[in-house]
């Protein structure tokens, strides 16, 4: 919410949980959610609607915005986002056929969410490299782009016949900072050429993901400088690392020098992308909040609390408890 000085966007119960081998049942993944969300986290990613075939993990995600719909947030401390990938028409058409079922349950952009109406964000995803636009969308990246431009234009002016209202669409663009088939070469001029695109075709937001978690602090540095020469404003731009080589909040601080203040997070550091062999996870929510508090900046989020959510989530998925702050808290 506007409110705070730093917006953080928790991304665990959809990029954290999505590379998990074992499926996770949707109550847990429901159980997840509602904890983020009395953590004060205000934009919370909770499904996809991809291919089955090609994300199994996302099969849920039908029924996680049925129950979120149907289940307004009670003791949530700050009005709510649920963010929702969607890849195509045929994903955007699988939300709007939940939406349409509860039109009265959530607000439509351009109404900020209440405390007891969420909102509703849905996001589509490019890439900076031609050979990750494959893997991960098989297809090429001015394919995918004129997919995207449809998605959001149906997604923000619905026809006038169908009961779906305008919703705010995201868009992210993969592989920023290193691509696990083209190494470090991603050129910047790429990306602020795809960015300017998202942001003609109608998005509101774009996510820069260094999905390898390859960035470093003059690589990041450089490539949000290209994007300000291109015309690409910091409030339109969300920051998306991944801690892979311990990089995450080296890169954030050049980030936040930039002027960016939205930045993605995954509970427990959960992650890592199926087209990405190797990627680790996003850097971990808790050792966002803490950077922040260190630096005076508000992120409205309880970090006692989201400990105890991290410590949750990854004992019931069976793995090690990945947040360094977290570890540090609980004295482990
Ligand atoms: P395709 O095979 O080219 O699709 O996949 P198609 O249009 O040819 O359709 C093939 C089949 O898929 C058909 O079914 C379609 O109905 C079905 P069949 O007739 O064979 O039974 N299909 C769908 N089913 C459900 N939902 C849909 C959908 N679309 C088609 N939306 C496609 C193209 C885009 C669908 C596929 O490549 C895909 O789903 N990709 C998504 C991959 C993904 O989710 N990756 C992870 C998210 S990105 C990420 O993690 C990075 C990020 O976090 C940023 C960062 O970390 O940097 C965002
Ligand atoms: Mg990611």
């Known amino acids: 919410s506007s409110d705070y000085r730093i917006k953080l966007v928790e991304v665990g119960p959809r990029d954290g949980l999505q590379n998990e081998k074992t499926a996770i049942p949707v109550s847990v993944k429901l159980d997840l959610i509602d904890r983020l969300a009395k953590t004060g986290m205000t934009t919370i990613e909770a499904g996809a609607f991809v291919s089955p075939k090609w994300v199994p993990q996302m099969a849920g995600s039908s029924e996680i915005l049925e129950h979120l719909l149907q289940h307004p947030p009670t003791s949530a401390p700050n009005p709510l986002t649920y963010s929702f990938l969607v890849p195509n028409l045929k994903g955007l058409d699988s939300a709007v056929q939940v939406l349409t079922r509860y039109p009265d349950s959530f607000t439509a952009d351009p109404l900020p969410p209440t405390q007891s109406k969420p909102a509703i964000e849905l996001a589509v995803f490019a890439a900076a490299t031609e050979s990750f636009s494959r893997a991960n969308l098989n297809c090429d990246i001015a394919t995918s782009l004129s997919r995207f431009r449809e ?12 009961a779906s209202p305008p919703l705010r669409v995201r868009a992210y663009i993969s592989v920023v900072l290193g691509c696990p088939f083209e190494g470090y070469d991603v050129d910047p001029h790429s990306v602020a050429r795809i960015a300017t695109a998202l942001l003609e075709a109608g998005a509101d937001e774009i996510a820069l993901g260094d999905t390898t ?3 470093t602090a003059p690589r990041t540095q450089e490539l949000l400088r290209c994007l300000a020469s291109a015309g690409v404003r ?3 731009l969300a ?3 991944h801690d892979t080589y311990g990089q995450a909040l080296v890169n954030t601080a050049v980030a936040l020098e930039h ?5 993605d997070c995954s509970v427990a550091g959960l992650g890592g992308c199926p087209y990405s ?10 050792d966002m909040v803490y950077f922040m508090e260190t630096l005076g900046m508000d992120t409205g989020v309880d970090l006692d609390g989201l400990v105890d ?6 004992k019931e998925i069976g793995r090690g408890y990945g947040s360094v702050v977290g ?3 609980l004295g482990a």
Do not use: C, L
């Not at 998605?151 to 169908?162: L, R």
């Not at 002027?259 to 930045?263: A, D, E, H, S």
């Not at 959510?309 to 990854?314: A, D, F, K, L, R």
């Open 234 to 236: 910091a409030e339109d």
């Open 239 to 241: 920051m998306h690392f």
């Open 259 to 263: 002027g960016i203040r939205t930045f």
């Open 309 to 314: 959510v991290g410590e949750w989530i990854s």
């Open 327 to 329: 570890r540090a808290v």
């Open 151 to 162: 998605v959001i234009q149906a997604a923000k002016e619905p026809p006038k016949d169908s």
């Open 213 to 215: 978690g390859m960035g």
């Open 277 to 286: 062999p190797g990627a680790t996870g996003n850097v971990a929510s808790e």
